[in-house]
């Protein structure tokens, strides 16, 4: 396995990312009969009859969206930069290759349609 030098913690950069990406993606969006199951416990049949808003995930405004898709994009940089950093650290990448794999992975994310 190539890199190491951050005991390859710059995954859990890229765990937050996808967290991130999913809050945006269940934005308002209506829950599934498993999400209900797996939240119901100490629940009753009358709870959504008090809390009908608790059969979707909250949707947050469009503002803390578009923040969060701004944090998401900044994130996904973080992790490339950490990965491609610890690379060159362990001697896996040289300079050359360092430059090269950077710019080609910013570019695809660039490149990348936004969630």
């Known amino acids: 396995m190539s890199g190491g030098a951050f005991d390859y913690k710059q ?3 890229s765990l937050i990312a996808d967290e991130i990406e999913q809050a945006i993606r269940d934005s308002g969006r209506p829950k599934t009969p498993q999400e209900l199951r797996d939240e119901s416990f100490g629940r009753d049949a009358s709870w959504y009859e008090k809390y009908p808003e608790d059969y979707n ?15 998401l994009y900044i994130m996904r ?11 060159l650290l362990c001697g896996d990448d040289g300079d050359d290759s360092f430059r090269t794999r950077l710019r080609a992975e910013l570019d695809t994310l660039a490149n990348t349609p936004k969630p």
């Open 11 to 13: 995954h859990n950069i």
């Open 57 to 71: 995930h909250y949707a947050y405004p469009d503002d803390i969206l578009e923040e969060f898709k701004r944090g």
């Open 77 to 87: 940089q973080a992790y490339i930069y950490a990965q491609r950093i610890d690379w």
